[in-house]
């Protein structure tokens, strides 16, 4: 199942992942920061970083996990394909497409976190 989603052999998959991994734990440690700073009493802090972690979340789940599995599922190349035609069908199924961009990558930053994790884990931070 990983060599179909993240690559063909073990180190093509840290390759993969390394850059979504990263990008995916700096939001969930802003999110932690905030969290922290609401704890302690600093709320305006806390708002502000939370909103920059809650947009950072859309937008690392939408386009470093979702839109490249949505791209290879439905065989979109460009986003214009979308709209060539009917304008206002490209319109609705752009609007489906980010919907479901954005819900299978919940499910692939989870799948590839972990996988990423489990990989740093078995060959060690040298690899």
Do not use: C
Request: net charge positive; glycine share 12%; hydrophobic share 60%.
């Amino acid at each position: 199942m990983f060599r179909k989603l993240f690559g063909e052999t073990e180190q093509d998959q840290i390759q993969f992942l390394h850059p979504r991994a990263i990008a995916t734990l700096v939001i969930l440690a802003l999110m932690v920061v905030a969290l922290i700073l609401h704890a302690v009493g600093l709320s305006g802090g806390a708002d502000a970083i939370a909103g920059i972690a809650e947009m950072g979340v859309a937008i690392v789940l939408l386009f470093v996990w979702g839109w490249p599995v949505v791209k290879g599922l439905f065989g979109i190349t460009a986003i214009g394909a979308i709209f060539s035609g009917n304008v206002v069908i490209g319109v609705v199924l752009f609007v489906v497409y980010l919907t479901l961009a954005y819900f299978l990558g919940i499910i692939f930053a989870f799948i590839g976190t972990i996988r990423y994790i489990y990989l740093r884990i078995k060959y060690g931070k040298n690899q």
